[in-house]
């Protein structure tokens, strides 16, 4: 995707070959600022401090961790040192432990002095499949906005709603539910997206609008709660969404509120859509609402809140009365039925468990 005109992707290898670049979104949109991983601690805290998210994203992230910790030390302890750092960092996205039984596979039974090559050259991998999958999903994604512009609006905008921020910020670059909206774009689709400010952490806001605004495509931020009404009134033609996980049956985890906006889809015959590669399929759970683990996370990210003051500095304020208590689930489980198909990059499949297991046979039997 684009900043200022030219194609960035979020994470890379800077010059050295080792060090690790990547986006520090916790600054975005005020500030864009890059920032070097050179250790495994740097990795770990980038993923959970947010400099990185995005199920997709974390998983690339964690990969490169490994590799920045074994060319510190190639041992076996240092690996599963390693591994278990980066698998405490965020408990709902499966594309991080994914990314790190690749990681442990591609390297475990090397010889010492074979290890970090083949550790950088898998994580590159994981990169570049991340890629393609993604421009699979834009592409399979693009068919049902066409079929709304040829058949519903004719020569008006398609207005698509998402939720949080699963663009090119939540990859290593093209994203999940905005690749559709970006290959239709591109292909001269008249289009408008809906953006969820997504409270607590605001990554509608500033993500997904930051990123709408550099590749030019037309949006509206909007307050959580208006997405009901919209659809009420006839404003909404498809909501695509992201996913952290995605459970066997086809529940769906992403980030917290998109239950709500699939319960008001269901309500108003608004068609729901979730845009997901196949690593965040999770074969080892049967039932997502029952068994997807919901991080919760710091009560200073719904107390306070982060703005560009009208000097131009950017301060935190708090919003919320000392002494309230918080609670902050930073995901939820939205269950199959709500769901109108999952867009992968095998095509557009139902959201249930045969239709996830015909299409991706070898995951699940893996999972067996």
Request: with cysteine; proline share 5%; charged share 20%.
């Amino acid at each position: 995707m684009k900043v200022g005109g030219q194609h960035r992707r979020c994470i890379w290898l800077e010059d050295d070959g080792k060090t690790v670049g990547i986006i520090d979104q916790t600054l975005l949109p005020h500030r864009f600022a890059t920032v070097r991983l050179e250790t495994l601690q740097d990795a770990a805290r980038a993923i959970v401090t947010m400099q990185v998210r995005g199920a997709p994203l974390i998983g690339a992230t964690a990969a490169y961790g490994v590799c920045l910790a074994l060319k510190a030390d190639a041992s076996d302890e240092s690996l599963e040192r390693a591994y278990a750092t980066l698998i405490a960092t965020r408990p709902t996205a499966v594309n991080l432990k994914w990314a790190l039984d690749e990681m442990m596979a591609a390297v475990r039974n090397r010889p010492r002095d074979e290890r970090v090559a083949a550790a950088y050259r898998r994580a590159a991998d994981i990169c570049e499949q991340d890629i393609a999958i993604n421009r699979a999903i834009g592409r399979h994604g693009l068919a049902l906005i066409e079929k709304i512009a040829a058949t519903k609006k004719p020569g008006e905008h398609v207005n698509v709603l998402t939720h949080c921020n699963a663009g090119w910020l939540a990859a290593v670059d093209v994203g999940t539910a905005l690749s559709p909206v970006y290959t239709a774009h591109d292909a001269g689709i008249p289009l408008h997206v809906w953006v969820d400010e997504t409270r607590p952490r605001n990554q509608g806001a500033s993500l997904t609008a930051w990123e709408l605004g550099q590749h030019g495509v037309p949006h509206t931020v909007i307050p959580d709660n208006t997405g009901g009404h919209l659809m009420q009134h006839g404003e909404v033609d498809i909501a695509i969404v992201g996913a952290d996980r995605v459970a066997a049956n086809g529940d769906v985890a992403n980030k917290i509120g998109t239950y709500l906006k699939a319960l008001a889809a269901k309500d108003n015959d608004v068609p729901f859509y979730v845009a997901l590669p196949s690593p965040t399929i999770d074969f080892t759970v049967t039932d997502g609402v029952a068994e997807i683990p919901i991080e919760q996370r710091s009560a200073d990210e719904v107390a306070t809140i982060a703005g560009r003051a009208a000097d131009g500095r950017i301060a935190t304020v708090r919003i919320v009365p000392d002494g309230s208590a918080v609670a902050n689930y930073g995901f939820d489980v939205t269950p199959a039925r709500l769901v109108t198909g999952l867009i992968t990059e095998r095509g557009v499949i139902g959201a249930s468990r045969e239709a996830l297991a015909k299409a991706f046979p070898e995951r699940a039997n893996a999972a067996k």
